[in-house]
């Protein structure tokens, strides 16, 4: 398995500001991922983070709303842009331990006023 | 284009009774399929998960039964506990180079009676 702490576990923001969730893990991991999952919804995938590479979007997402940092291969930064209501929902990072197995993290619950 | 289906919504089950949720895929490609359960404010966490190359895997209570022909595996728990009462979406992945994806279901919120 693996342990991943998230910083904030929550926030509320004001539209129109930015955010930017922590997702640290215990140990080196090649792929790292960051889901939304809006209340009471199954999880989507926002994009995939490669350490030293550009991260890849999935449809939907943008890099000018979502920019992620991978600087090493224990951590990676995901930020919501311009932040709107619809942007309310808890964001999930989660990292890939064996082929196909991810772990996710414990996710930060963000409501946009 | 939902490409995991998963049934049902909601489910009540009586506390020592089997629950079962069933999902049903349509990409002949996919090769892995993991459940996970997440509890109110958690993460999704890794319950159990099998390949085609069996029709049938079973840790402790959990157990995945799988039908390659008819594109669909369930979850079964055996006596059920009010422990168990939790969200549960099942989810696949196609071989893609070490960049293998999830898609998820769309979840089955359980509830275990007394």
């Known amino acids: 398995s693996a342990v991943i702490s998230q910083k904030p576990s929550r926030d509320i923001c004001q539209r129109g500001t930015s955010l930017t969730i922590q997702c640290q893990v215990d140990s080196q991991v090649t792929m790292m991922f960051w889901y939304r999952q809006q209340p009471g919804q199954s999880l989507t995938l926002i994009a995939t983070?490669?350490?030293?590479?550009?991260?890849?979007?999935e449809s939907g997402f943008v890099i000018d709303k979502f920019p992620i940092s991978r600087p090493n291969l224990t951590f990676s930064t995901l930020t919501v842009s311009n932040m709107s209501p619809e942007d309310s929902s808890i964001y999930l990072c989660?990292?890939?331990?064996?082929?196909?197995?991810?772990?996710f993290g414990p996710g930060t619950r963000l409501t946009v006023l | 284009q939902q490409q995991v289906k998963q049934s049902p919504q909601s489910l009540i089950v009586q506390k020592g009774g089997i629950s079962i949720i069933n999902c049903a895929y349509e990409?002949?490609?996919?090769?892995?399929f993991p459940w996970y359960q997440q509890f109110p404010g958690k993460g999704p966490a890794l319950l159990i998960a099998?390949?085609?190359?069996?029709s049938e895997k079973k840790e402790g209570r959990f157990t995945i039964s799988f039908n390659k022909s008819a594109k669909q595996f369930s979850l079964h728990i055996m006596d059920s506990q009010p422990g168990d009462s939790a969200t549960y979406f099942c989810a696949a992945s196609k071989p893609n180079f070490g960049n293998e994806k999830l898609t998820f279901g769309t979840g089955t919120r359980l509830t275990i009676i007394p």
């Open positions: 989660s990292v890939e331990r064996a082929p196909d197995t991810q772990y």
């Open positions: 983070a490669n350490q030293g590479s550009e991260a890849t979007y």
């Open positions: 990409n002949t490609a996919f090769d892995y």
């Open positions: 099998i390949r085609p190359d069996v």
